[in-house]
C-alpha cells in the first residue's frame, strides 16, 4: 500500500460546481499536511496547509482526520483556472511524501 | 515569479557529458532539496540539505551528485546519465530547517533530455 494515495481522476467538473478531492495516509505519525496544486509543466506551488481543526481560503476548503488518516479539499463554485492537478503531500520526520495527484478539468 | 531560481530551464545531454543543474534562493532557507518529476507522477524526493549538510540521499545513483557550497546554493552534478534519467528536476527550500519539513517553495525546475 502506498504511503499518500490519491484518486488521480481525472475530475471532469462544469464551471461553477463543487468538486472534493480526497487523500488517505497510512503512517498515523505523520506529522503535517499540505495541498499543492501543479500546472502543466509547471512547478507545485502550495495551494494550502491541512490542519485537524480545518481552513478555509475563499472557495477552498481543507480537513484532516487523523481518525480515518485522510484529508480532504473542497472547491466551491469551480472556476475554469482551477483546472490542474492537486497533489496531495505529507510530512513524515524529514520526508515530505508527494500523492500521486488528482486531475481536475473544469469544463466550460 | 517564483523566489527559488534554477539554471538552465532545458538541458540536452550526451550519455558521456558531464553537466550541472543549478539552484539559488534568498529567502534565508536553510534546507534545500532536489526532486525529481516524470511526467504525470508526483515529484520524487532525491536529496535534501539542512544547513548545508546533506541529511537525506534517497539511495540515488552516484552519476547524480549534490552539492551545497552555501546556505543559498544548491548545486547537481550530472555525469554518465542514462536516458532513463530524463525529467524535469526539481529544486526547493523550506523554512523548517531544524527537521527539512514544511511549506516548500520550488523553482520552475530544470527539463533535462539525455541522447
Known amino acids: 500500500r502506498k504511503e499518500v494515495e490519491q484518486d488521480p481522476g481525472p475530475f471532469n467538473v462544469p464551471e461553477g460546481a463543487t468538486v472534493a478531492f480526497n487523500c488517505t495516509y497510512s503512517n498515523s505519525a505523520s506529522q503535517s499536511f499540505f495541498w499543492y496544486r501543479q500546472d502543466c509543466r509547471k512547478e507545485p506551488k502550495l495551494l494550502m496547509s491541512?490542519?485537524?481543526s480545518g481552513n478555509e481560503d475563499g472557495r477552498f476548503t481543507a480537513q484532516l482526520n487523523r481518525a480515518s488518516q485522510y484529508i480532504s479539499l473542497l472547491i466551491r463554485d469551480s472556476k475554469l483556472s482551477d483546472s490542474a492537478t492537486y497533489l496531495c503531500v505529507v510530512n513524515r520526520d524529514d520526508k515530505i511524501i508527494f500523492g500521486k495527484g488528482t486531475r481536475l478539468h473544469i469544463l466550460p | 515569479d517564483t523566489e527559488v531560481t534554477q539554471t538552465p530551464k532545458h538541458l540536452v545531454m550526451g550519455m558521456t557529458n558531464k553537466k550541472s543543474l543549478k539552484c539559488e534562493q534568498h529567502?534565508?532557507?536553510?534546507?534545500m532539496y532536489w526532486y525529481k518529476q516524470k511526467a504525470k507522477k508526483p515529484p520524487e524526493l532525491m536529496f535534501v540539505y539542512s544547513y548545508e549538510k546533506l541529511s537525506i540521499n534517497e539511495s540515488v545513483p552516484s552519476r547524480f551528485s549534490p552539492e551545497c557550497p552555501n546556505s543559498s546554493l544548491l548545486n547537481l552534478h550530472l555525469h554518465a546519465l542514462q536516458p532513463e534519467d530524463s525529467a524535469l528536476y526539481l529544486c526547493a527550500s523550506s523554512s523548517w530547517a531544524s527537521r527539512g519539513t514544511g511549506e516548500l517553495f520550488f523553482g520552475e525546475g530544470s527539463r533535462l533530455t539525455v541522447l
Open positions: 491541512v490542519y485537524s
Open positions: 529567502m534565508g532557507h536553510r534546507a
